[in-house]
């Protein structure tokens, strides 16, 4: 069963930066795609970005060109660098593999982007 810990959030001022962290615990971590994803009340989750078993990276375009996503197989954890930093972004963030695992969504980890 795949457990995954989400670390690294909290309160953040507009265009400051943060970085999150995701331990897998996930035996197939290297081998499948693995994505972040974040929710507002109210709002279905969404992706924001996802990479590849080979590195392959892809965007939402609501964060393109300011979160990067990567990952380092041999600790089988995924990470996720966010800069530019908007109220927008507000969000609790998870992750969790590409398609998500059912059982493999974690408590996630809330950021607030607010001055």
């Known amino acids: 069963q795949a457990r995954l810990a989400e670390s690294g959030g909290g309160l953040v001022h507009p265009g400051g930066s943060r970085r999150l962290s995701c331990a897998a615990s996930l035996s197939i971590f290297p081998y499948v795609d693995m994505g972040w994803y974040r929710q507002t009340p109210g709002k279905e989750r969404e992706m924001v970005a996802r990479?590849?078993?080979?590195?392959?990276?892809h965007y939402a375009d609501a964060v393109k060109g300011r979160f990067t996503i990567s990952r380092d197989n041999a600790k089988a954890t995924l990470y996720l660098q966010m800069t530019s930093l908007q109220p927008e972004d507000t969000a609790v963030y998870y992750c969790?593999?590409?398609?998500?695992?059912?059982?493999?969504w974690g408590p996630g980890t809330p950021v607030t982007v607010s001055s």
């Open positions: 969790n593999k590409v398609p998500p695992l059912a059982s493999g």
């Open positions: 990479v590849g078993t080979a590195g392959s990276v």
